[in-house]
């Protein structure tokens, strides 16, 4: 079945350093979405991509979406101590049902 | 906030029992999809309902079972709990794409 996974599994930078996480499906995507999650919290939905090569941004969070549609990073720069927590990507399931998560990134940021 | 309620927040069963979860989806909402997020792993998908109807199940056995009623507010049912199923179980009202997840129940089975 498709697979989502995430790289790396944890990070760990001072305040101001940027941060990237790496996504890869074992399928081609229709779109894959990016969630937040805080300590103790729940997943927060980010952003959706569609298109093949899709660049977006949100403020220091930049999000891209591969050419063949099978990968996805997620960019901050100048990391904050707000930006602590768990980073998901996800992808459709080949039902249409379902959302597959990856394990998710943890970011650590200290001051 | 999303809109999305779920109770209780946290619950402790022992094993063989059963538990019931609740969630109320955001307004507007028809479909409600059901995850189980074990620690330090990504949501994975139990099942998901439309119109009061299961539109898709993931890779759980029947013990996982659910309703959705007709004003779309919804219920996990787990019966002969298993200490593997202690995990944060999130519902997610869905509009197009989006998922709004609720704040979900930690359920601790001893």
């Known amino acids: 079945g498709q697979q989502v996974m995430q790289i790396p599994q944890y990070q760990h930078v001072q305040e101001g350093e940027d941060f990237t996480t790496y996504c890869n499906s074992s399928?081609?995507?229709?779109?894959i979405q990016w969630y937040k999650q805080r300590p103790g919290g729940h997943p927060v939905f980010l952003i959706q991509l569609v298109k093949s090569g899709e660049v977006k941004k949100q403020k220091r969070l930049t999000f891209q979406f591969g050419e063949a549609k099978k990968n996805s990073s997620l960019h901050i720069t100048a990391t904050q101590t707000t930006d602590v927590g768990t980073y998901f990507c996800a992808g459709p399931s080949n039902s249409g049902y379902a959302l597959n998560f990856g394990k998710g990134t943890s970011l650590l940021v200290t001051p | 906030e999303t809109g999305v309620t779920q109770s209780p927040t946290h619950l402790i069963k022992t094993r063989g029992q059963q538990v019931t979860l609740r969630c109320s989806s955001q307004?507007?909402?028809?479909?409600v999809s059901w995850y189980q997020q074990a620690l330090g792993q990504g949501p994975q998908f139990i099942f998901q309902?439309?119109?009061?109807?299961?539109?898709g199940r993931g890779n759980f056995p029947p013990r996982f079972s659910g309703l959705q009623f007709p004003n779309y507010s919804s219920e996990l049912n787990v019966n002969a709990l298993e200490l593997d199923d202690s995990a944060l179980y999130l519902c997610?009202?869905?509009?197009?794409?989006?998922?709004?997840f609720g704040p979900g129940t930690r359920l601790t089975v001893l």
């Open positions: 309902y439309y119109r009061e109807e299961e539109n």
């Open positions: 399928t081609t995507l229709s779109n």
């Open positions: 307004s507007g909402h028809n479909t």
């Open positions: 997610a009202s869905s509009w197009r794409n989006e998922q709004f």
